[in-house]
């Protein structure tokens, strides 16, 4: 009964660290003559896109931009623009590793760059010190850096799907002590 309450406490914790209001989410046709002050949240989910359109960086009030379900391979400089983005989904893309631009985004709460292909999490991922959220479920990462060591606000990391030894999960848990870390068994191929 206790361990069944602490998954509910958890799982309703990971929640509301997970919801972020932004108000009503617009698609990309639906803002095309919006005054882009008052847009907050703008989704490209689904829309096979490789590049963004060049329109979207007079949208600078954006607090959560949606490009899961596309062809992107990179993340144009320009995204630094949109510097209020809080969440930015780039799941179910084709990235090979993070982007540098969105370790310049300094209000950036969740990054959920899940089913990707990346391999590697730069440093630079510590400049995002407001970021309470990493998902990088099933990607390839081998190499995870020492940034993520640094983000004092991370509560939630899920790297399942991520092979790993027992040695580095035993490490992760010592660097982060204070993080939900959410991952499978380790691979004791790995170790």
């Not at 490209?44 to 379900?69: A, C, G, Q, R």
């Not at 709460?109 to 959220?133: D, F, G, M, V, Y």
Request: include cysteine; glycine fraction near 2%; charged fraction near 20%.
């Amino acid at each position: 009964m206790k361990q069944r309450f602490a998954l509910i406490f958890l799982l309703l914790s990971f929640l509301n660290y997970a919801q972020i209001d932004h108000g009503k989410i617009y698609q990309w046709n639906e803002v095309s003559n919006a005054n882009p002050d008052t847009i907050r949240a703008i989704s490209f989910e689904k829309m096979k896109l490789d590049s963004l359109p060049k329109d979207l960086w007079h949208f600078t009030n954006l607090s959560y931009l949606n490009l899961e379900k596309n062809q992107f391979t990179q993340l144009p400089e320009e995204l630094v623009l949109l510097n209020q983005l809080t969440e930015l989904n780039i799941s179910k893309n084709k990235f090979t590793f993070l982007p540098l631009v969105i370790c310049q985004l300094p209000n950036l709460q969740k990054l959920n760059a899940s089913r990707n292909r990346i391999e590697s999490i730069p440093n630079q991922i510590e400049h995002c010190t407001q970021l309470r959220i990493l998902d990088f479920y099933d990607n390839l990462i081998e190499d995870f850096g020492t940034g993520i060591s640094n983000l004092t606000e991370l509560k939630t990391l899920n790297i399942e799907g991520v092979m790993y030894g027992t040695n580095f999960a035993d490490d992760l848990k010592r660097k982060l002590p204070n993080v939900h870390i959410l991952l499978d068994p380790p691979c004791k191929c790995l170790n």
